[in-house]
């Protein structure tokens, strides 16, 4: 049976790259709730066409919605036998608080917390803001995200620590480092 991970992390720290990386190391499917509402805004199912609004605003599309998404990926025998690492999910305490029903029966091994300071994230979106001498829409919408991140994951982050899931990992540094720290911390969680 495949490792079941949770990764946390501000968007813009870089966590998309580390969690296709990740689950080619652990040899399992990748859940990125993210890509798979752009998916399905691309195609223009219903659920891409109600999700859009949330999405393009910045704001996080209702629980409901994304609970009733990932319920029906997790419940899937395969997934369950395979093992998977989520990405973006969950975002809020109540979406955490489902999680753990869902997989009540084959239960998260590790959540890793990456850590990349507010700060950060906010140079670099500066950075190429003034590289390209411009602000447009789509960059006011990932301060919108990092705003309404913050807001709502702090809960969720004190949520798995004070249930003791909940592993930090410092994301600053160059990729592979980063990579090597989130293996080793994983590895550590997973031998205990
Ligand atoms: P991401 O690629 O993870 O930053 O997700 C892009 C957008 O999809 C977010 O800004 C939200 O609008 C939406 N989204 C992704 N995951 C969730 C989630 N777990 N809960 C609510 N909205 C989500």
Request: proline share 6%; aromatic share 6%; charged share 30%.
């Amino acid at each position: 049976m495949g490792v079941r991970l949770v990764i946390l992390g501000r968007p813009g720290a870089g966590k998309g790259t580390q969690c296709v990386d990740l689950a080619a190391h652990y040899a399992v499917p990748h859940i990125s709730t993210g890509d798979m509402l752009r998916r399905s805004v691309a195609a223009g199912t219903p659920l891409g066409r109600e999700a859009k609004s949330y999405m393009d605003s910045g704001g996080l599309v209702p629980d409901d919605v994304i609970i009733g998404v990932v319920a029906e990926v997790l419940g899937d025998p395969e997934f369950a036998e395979q093992g998977w690492l989520l990405d973006g999910f969950p975002r809020t305490v109540p979406q955490a608080d489902e999680l753990s029903r869902i997989t009540a029966d084959a239960p998260i091994q590790v959540v890793a917390n990456l850590e990349v300071p507010r700060e950060v994230v906010l140079e670099r979106i500066a950075g190429r803001r003034a590289e390209e001498d411009r602000a447009d829409d789509a960059e006011d919408a990932v301060l919108i995200r990092l705003d309404v991140f913050d807001r709502y994951i702090l809960p969720v982050v004190e949520w798995y620590r004070s249930r003791g899931e909940l592993v930090d990992v410092d994301g600053v540094g160059a990729p592979a480092e980063v990579f090597d720290r989130l293996v080793k911390v994983i590895d550590e969680q997973l031998a205990s």
